[in-house]
């Protein structure tokens, strides 16, 4: 039984087409990376999944909850699903605590004492306990895209997406965002990201996803994709030459 | 020949201020209400409240100030409504400030980041929750300062009123004028209030903006 189905897609922006029907089943508990040259889709399609882009044709559904474009729908959906993004957007008038606590308040009319110790909690698993009061910009970036996986782990996810989050962070910033990852694909969070950090995705995802001009055009562990890239397309992506 | 003192001038000029101050301040809270009524219909989904905010702005600040005033006084007039000279420019100058002071806040309100609007929408708030919670906070901080100087510009514009006969600073200043045959001097004073009235508003303004920035670099 797969936790995220992907039907079929289609998605347009005008007349040019960036998805041209793309079929992934994702079980819970995997970690899947999304990997592909810029303009092949791959952002689009993790955008899809949590309906911040409609989509043309074909289905998206996670966990039962339809991909619809009405408030109702989306927001059930929403509820499934959580994202990071590359740019972190945390909510900049509002102190770490307060952007994890306020949609667990908002969407889900959680006490706010309840709300407090969830976002203290989910603080601590990310290791910033101690900034509960701090304001986003008092922050480093790695800090910050880490109060942002709290912030969506904070509504009780049942899978993650994740943006190309360590993208806008200074190298030595990277490994702690991907530690808090690792931490959470180890303990069974179904993730879908999109990533161009090769090695974590080989150690860490149980599948990879090439996708090259709206399509997918290889999938499979990656020990294979990366072994033995059977198109010339992913073979060039990854520098091999055979 | 009856002689004006100083004070005599400054007395009556002080005393029309009063109306000046009080059109100003219903002109900017009303202005205010409505605007913001505007700006909701304006950002908002439906189509039709879109145009319609769109084509009112353009209109308003479009034509000169002292035609809606003439408008206002003459124009429901026609109607065979008899309209005094406070309600015309009252009207007038809700109007024009609610105009300009949506555009002011539909600026304020597009400058708040995309991501913004997708984070809150991720994590499952609906249009009016991210409205209330995520957007307008954050807008309002940055449209303080702006609205604060578009008061400059209420104040200096009630001084139009006084073609339609509305009693204010700038009447007065006529009238003192046609009775002391000092019009320098009594200009003078008339520019000397508005100076005291407009001057702090600025001020507080360019205060608040850098007061606001600095905040919003390091809370």
């Not at chain 1, 179904?190 to 001009?213: G, I, K, N, P, Y």
């Not at chain 2, 008899?82 to 539909?106: C, K, M, Q, Y």
């Not at chain 2, 954050?138 to 200096?156: D, E, N």
């Amino acid at each position: 039984m797969s936790l995220i189905e992907i039907t079929e897609v289609k998605k347009r922006f005008g007349n040019n087409e960036v998805l041209k029907g793309i079929n992934i089943d994702v079980a819970p508990g995997e970690v899947i990376a999304v990997i592909g040259k810029s303009g092949s889709g791959k952002s689009t399609l993790l955008r899809c999944i949590n309906g911040l882009e409609t989509i043309d044709e074909g289905s998206i559904s996670v966990a039962g909850a339809q991909l619809l474009p009405d408030e109702l729908h989306l927001k059930a959906l929403r509820l499934k699903v959580g994202m990071i993004f590359q740019g972190f957007n945390l909510f900049p008038h509002l102190t770490a605590g307060r952007n994890v606590m306020l949609s667990q308040m908002v969407v889900k009319k959680t006490p706010k004492a309840e709300a407090e110790a969830m976002a203290r909690r989910q603080l601590e698993r990310v290791g910033l306990a101690h900034k509960f009061d701090a304001y986003p910009d008092q922050l480093s970036g790695g800090q910050q895209q880490r109060v942002a996986i709290a912030r969506a782990l904070a509504m009780q996810p049942i899978a993650l997406l994740c943006d190309e989050i360590t993208s806008a962070l200074d190298p030595e910033l990277v490994s702690e965002v991907l530690a808090v990852v690792k931490e959470l694909a180890g303990e069974g969070m179904t993730l879908m990201m999109v990533t161009h950090e090769m090695r974590f995705a080989r150690d860490v995802c149980s599948r990879v996803v090439f996708m090259h001009q709206g399509r997918v055009h290889e999938i499979g562990p990656p020990e294979e994709v990366f072994a033995s890239p059977k198109t010339p397309e992913l073979q060039q992506f990854l520098g091999v030459t055979h | 020949m009856s002689e004006f003192t100083t004070w005599d001038i400054v007395r009556n000029l002080l005393l029309a201020a009063r109306w000046t101050i009080l059109l100003s301040i219903v002109s900017f809270i009303g202005g205010g209400l409505v605007g913001a009524a505007l700006l909701f219909a304006r950002i908002g989904k439906r189509r039709l409240g879109q145009i319609f905010v769109k084509t009112y702005v353009e209109l308003f600040q479009g034509t000169p100030l002292l035609m809606q005033l003439f408008l206002a006084f003459f124009g429901l007039g026609l109607f065979g409504i008899d309209v005094p000279a406070w309600l015309a420019a009252g009207l007038a100058l809700i109007l024009w400030s609610a105009a300009f002071l949506t555009e002011i806040w539909r600026g304020c309100v597009e400058a708040i980041a995309r991501g913004q609007w997708e984070a809150s929408s991720s994590l499952g708030m609906g249009y009016i929750q991210q409205m209330r919670h995520v957007i307008l906070p954050q807008a309002l901080r940055i449209a303080v300062p702006p609205t604060v100087g578009f008061s400059v510009q209420v104040v200096k514009g009630t001084a139009l009123t006084s073609i339609i006969g509305f009693v204010e600073l700038s009447k007065a200043g006529t009238v003192v004028t046609n009775a002391t045959f000092e019009p320098f001097k009594v200009y003078g004073l008339v520019a000397l209030i508005y100076f005291c009235l407009c001057w702090p508003l600025s001020k507080s303004s360019q205060i608040l903006e850098r007061k606001l920035n600095v905040a919003h670099r390091n809370h």
